[in-house]
C-alpha cells in the first residue's frame, strides 16, 4: 500500500512508522497546521484517507477509531518503531529461544511480557543483565567467600557453606527489575538498552536475610551507606569492577534483603550472578550485586562505579527533554516506578470472527509500595473496566490480575492497562520525566487484537 502526501509516494505505514514518524502522522491524520507553520497538526483524529490506511495497516476496521488520540502509533506497529529491524533473540543454555537480545557487550536480554505470564517467573524466561565482563563459574559454590566490613565491629569473612550453616535460610517471591526498564519509550531516546517492559521477573529466591548477617557484624552508629561489590569487571579495564553501587544504611536492613543462594529451588545458576548474589528488592537491579564478594559499610554515600552524576539517577527539576544536564539536578533512583503489564493476550493475537468477549490476564508492581487497582480500557481510554487484583504472596512480590473486557465487532482493538499505586499515583499515558539515561519509563501498557 502506498501513500501520496506532499506529492511524494511513501512506503506502506508500517514501514514509514517505523521510519519516521512525523512523516506517518501526515500521511495517517492528514492536517497540517495553519498556514506558514511547518508540521503537522498532531490533535486531529483518524478520518477519511487517513482511517482507511491505519485500518489496512493494522488488518481490520477499527471500531473506537473516533476515541484514538492524534498522533498515537497502533499497538500493532509501535513495536516496528522500536525495532525496525525484528527482533534479535538471546541464544544461551537454559535461556528461553523468545528472550530479546539488546545487547552482547556487556549480554543483556528482555522477555517479552506475553511469557511472564507465570506467577513465579521461570528462570528460563529471567531477563539477563550484565554490566561488564561475565566471571569464571565457581568450580566449587559452597567455597566461594564474601566479605562484610567498614563501620562494623566484627568484620566477617564468610564462605557460602559457612553461611548457610551459621543463618536461618528464607525464601520470598519477589521481583527483580532493572532501573532501564522501560527505557525504549522515552522520546527523544535515552542513552542505554532500550527496555520494553521486559526487564523485570519475579523469582522464589532462598538465602539469608542481609540484616541477619549485617546484625552479626555490628553495624556502627556511624554507619550510613553500603557499597556492593561482585566478581564480574569492566570491559574496558579488567583491573577494575563493572560496576559497584550501594544503599542507604535504612534500605540496607529491610528484612527482605537477601542474600541469596537459589532461585526457584535450583542453586542459583551462573548467569543470574551464581553461586551467590544480593537481592535488593523494589530498587534498580543494579544495587543487587551479581557473584557477590564484598559489601563495605561506610560512614558516607557511595561513591563506586554507578555512583553519582546521571548513573542510575532522575532528574529533580524537570529537564526539557534532550537537553543537556545540569550539575546538581540528580538524584539517585530509589524505589522502582509503579508497572502493570497484560501477559495474556499477547500483542498481535488473533482472535475467531464473531469473539464478543477476552479474558485478560497481567501482572502488576509498584517498587517500595503495593499496587491498589489496575483498570483496562478497550477504547483508547473513553472508557474503564477494574480488573480483580490479587494480593501479594509478600513483600515485594508482584500482583498478579485478571480482568475480562466485552467487544462490540469484528476488527481491531488497543487493550490498555493502567495501574494504581498505594499512594493513589497512576500509570501515565506516556513516558514522563525525561532523563538523558532513561530511568522511569512506566507508561500504560497496551497489546493488539484483531478478531475476525
Known amino acids: 500500500m502506498a501513500n501520496k502526501f506532499d506529492g511524494k509516494i511513501e512506503r506502506s505505514v508500517e514501514e514509514l512508522y517505523a521510519q519516521d514518524p512525523e512523516r506517518a502522522d501526515a500521511v495517517v491524520f492528514g492536517r497540517k497546521t495553519a498556514p506558514g507553520k511547518a508540521g503537522v497538526d498532531r490533535r486531529g483524529f483518524l478520518g477519511g484517507a487517513g482511517l482507511a490506511a491505519v485500518s489496512a495497516a493494522v488488518g481490520g476496521a477499527i471500531p473506537f477509531a473516533a476515541n484514538m488520540p492524534g498522533g498515537l502509533i497502533p499497538a500493532a506497529l ?8 525484528g527482533p534479535q533473540y538471546l541464544k544461551f543454555p537454559g535461556k528461553d529461544e523468545k528472550l530479546v537480545l539488546l545487547g552482547d557487550r556487556p549480554l543483556v536480554a528482555e522477555t517479552p ?52 550453616a551459621k543463618f536461618k535460610p528464607v525464601t520470598q517471591r519477589m521481583v527483580l527489575e532493572c532501573g532501564g526498564n522501560g527505557r525504549s519509550f522515552f522520546s527523544p531516546t535515552a542513552r542505554g538498552n532500550q527496555w520494553t517492559n521486559g526487564g523485570a521477573g519475579c523469582a522464589e529466591w532462598t538465602g539469608v536475610r542481609l540484616s541477619d548477617v549485617l546484625k552479626a557484624a555490628g553495624v556502627k552508629s556511624s ?83 554507578g555512583m553519582g552524576a546521571t548513573s542510575y539517577r532522575v532528574a529533580i527539576k524537570p529537564m526539557v527533554p534532550g537537553d543537556k544536564p545540569a550539575d546538581g539536578n540528580f538524584r539517585d533512583l530509589e524505589s522502582m516506578p509503579l508497572r502493570s503489564i497484560i501477559t495474556s493476550p499477547a500483542n498481535g493475537a488473533k482472535f475467531a470472527a464473531g469473539t464478543k468477549e477476552v479474558k485478560l ?30 494480593r501479594p504472596k509478600n513483600r515485594y512480590d508482584w500482583q498478579r490480575w485478571t480482568a475480562s473486557v466485552a467487544l462490540p465487532s469484528d476488527g481491531y482493538f488497543e487493550i490498555w492497562t493502567r495501574g494504581t499505586n498505594s499512594k493513589g499515583e497512576m500509570q501515565p499515558h506516556i513516558a514522563g520525566a525525561w532523563n538523558p539515561q532513561g530511568y522511569g519509563g512506566n507508561p500504560m501498557h497496551r497489546v493488539a487484537v484483531l478478531v475476525g
Open 361 to 390: 490476564r497481567g501482572a502488576a508492581w509498584a517498587g517500595d509500595l503495593t499496587v491498589s487497582r489496575v483498570d483496562v480500557s478497550t477504547d483508547f481510554g473513553a472508557t474503564w473496566t477494574r480488573a480483580k487484583v490479587d
Open 113 to 164: 511480557e506475553h511469557l511472564l505470564d507465570d506467577e513465579t517467573t521461570p528462570t528460563g524466561r529471567f531477563f539477563v543483565r550484565n554490566n561488564g565482563q561475565i566471571p569464571d563459574e565457581a568450580k566449587e559454590p559452597d567455597k566461594w567467600k564474601f566479605t562484610i566490613d567498614g563501620e562494623v565491629n566484627n568484620k566477617l569473612e564468610l564462605t557460602l557453606g559457612e553461611l548457610k
Open 223 to 305: 554507619a550510613t551507606f553500603t557499597g556492593h561489590y561482585g566478581n564480574d569487571k569492566s570491559l574496558a579495564d579488567a583491573s577494575k569492577d563493572a560496576l559497584s553501587r550501594g544503599v542507604p544504611i535504612k534500605k540496607a536492613m529491610d528484612g527482605s534483603n537477601l542474600i541469596v543462594f537459589a532461585m526457584n529451588g535450583q542453586p542459583l545458576s551462573h548467569i543470574h550472578g551464581g553461586p551467590v548474589r544480593l537481592v535488593i528488592p523494589g530498587w534498580p537491579g543494579s544495587v543487587s550485586a551479581k557473584w557477590f564478594n564484598r559489601l563495605w559499610v561506610r560512614d558516607k554515600y557511595h561513591d563506586g562505579p
Open 78 to 85: 509501535a513495536q516496528g518503531a522500536q525495532a525496525p529491524k
